[in-house]
């Protein structure tokens, strides 16, 4: 198999923009995991799904057809045609992701798909379970970890580029309540998978990042 560069890590910890300078600097593809479950997040809420009722979150997304196209140096997916863009990064999609990423068959669907990425080439993949889940036998599996204020002034920086308004201490509630889903859900909670190695971001630039990982690879 090719090589899977795994980089976990809650919101807002660095996990794609790290990822997006390990690809560019190893020239591996970046693969953004959450951006799937965010996908699926989005068109349930098109589709007039309740993300609160897990049956029929499942029930819908066993349909969702999800194309995989290599642009550059990263794994684009398309929905009919074309990439989502912006419209899975809204706060409307931040407040049902988790509940959607928690049903136990969206994570499934999701795992597979993200198991035959490899089939691409050498690839980098951030996520929540990306190291003790979908690929938990990879040599290079890393975890960051950030200060919640730090990681609240980075997401309401990048919002704020979006056009989406909101106080820091919003995002940091929002990324705290997000973080208690997803480590205490049942099916691939977030977690340090064992035998990572676990980079704290908060005072670290993001190339420092890429050197702490770069060193540790073979």
Same mark, same amino acid.
């Given at each position: 198999?090719?090589? %899977?560069?795994?980089? #976990?890590?809650?919101?807002?910890?660095?996990?794609?923009?790290?990822?997006? =300078?390990?690809?560019? !600097?190893?020239? %591996?593809?970046?693969?953004?995991?959450?951006?799937?479950? /965010?996908?699926?997040?989005? &068109?349930?809420?098109?589709?007039? %799904? #309740?993300?609160?009722?897990?049956?029929?979150?499942?029930?819908?997304?066993?349909?969702?057809?999800?194309?995989?196209?290599?642009?550059?140096? /990263?794994?684009?997916?398309?929905?009919?045609?074309?990439?989502?863009?912006? !419209? +899975?990064?809204? @706060?409307?999609?931040?407040?049902?992701?988790?509940?959607?990423? =928690?049903?136990?068959? %969206?994570?499934?669907?999701?795992?597979?798909?993200?198991?035959?990425? @490899?089939?691409?080439? $050498?690839?980098?993949?951030?996520?929540?379970?990306?190291?003790?889940?979908?690929? @938990? $036998?990879?040599?290079? !599996?890393?975890?960051?970890?950030?200060?919640?204020?730090? /990681?609240?002034?980075?997401? &309401?920086?990048?919002? =704020?580029?979006?056009?989406?308004? &909101?106080?820091?201490?919003?995002?940091?509630?929002?990324?705290?309540?997000?973080?208690?889903?997803?480590?205490? /859900?049942?099916?691939?909670?977030?977690?340090?998978?064992?035998?990572?190695?676990? +980079?704290?971001?908060? !005072?670290?630039?993001?190339?420092?990042?890429? #050197?702490?990982?770069?060193?540790?690879?073979?």
């Amino acid at each position: 198999m090719n090589k %899977v560069i795994c980089i #976990d890590g809650p919101s807002g910890s660095g996990k794609s923009t790290t990822a997006h =300078a390990v690809s560019e !600097r190893l020239g %591996v593809l970046f693969v953004d995991s959450g951006a799937l479950y /965010r996908i699926m997040t989005w &068109q349930c809420l098109l589709a007039g %799904v #309740d993300t609160s009722d897990p049956a029929a979150v499942a029930a819908f997304c066993r349909g969702v057809k999800v194309a995989f196209v290599v642009k550059g140096n /990263r794994v684009a997916y398309e929905v009919g045609g074309e990439e989502p863009g912006d !419209r +899975i990064r809204t @706060p409307e999609i931040n407040a049902h992701v988790s509940p959607v990423s =928690a049903v136990p068959e %969206v994570r499934a669907i999701v795992t597979g798909w993200l198991r035959k990425m @490899p089939e691409l080439g $050498d690839i980098v993949v951030e996520g929540r379970d990306i190291g003790s889940i979908v690929y @938990p $036998d990879s040599k290079y !599996r890393f975890y960051l970890d950030c200060d919640p204020d730090e /990681r609240a002034r980075r997401r &309401q920086k990048e919002d =704020a580029g979006k056009g989406f308004v &909101q106080t820091e201490a919003q995002v940091k509630a929002s990324l705290l309540a997000r973080d208690k889903i997803d480590s205490s /859900r049942k099916t691939a909670p977030l977690k340090i998978p064992e035998g990572a190695i676990v +980079i704290d971001t908060t !005072r670290l630039s993001v190339d420092g990042v890429v #050197d702490a990982i770069a060193s540790h690879l073979g």
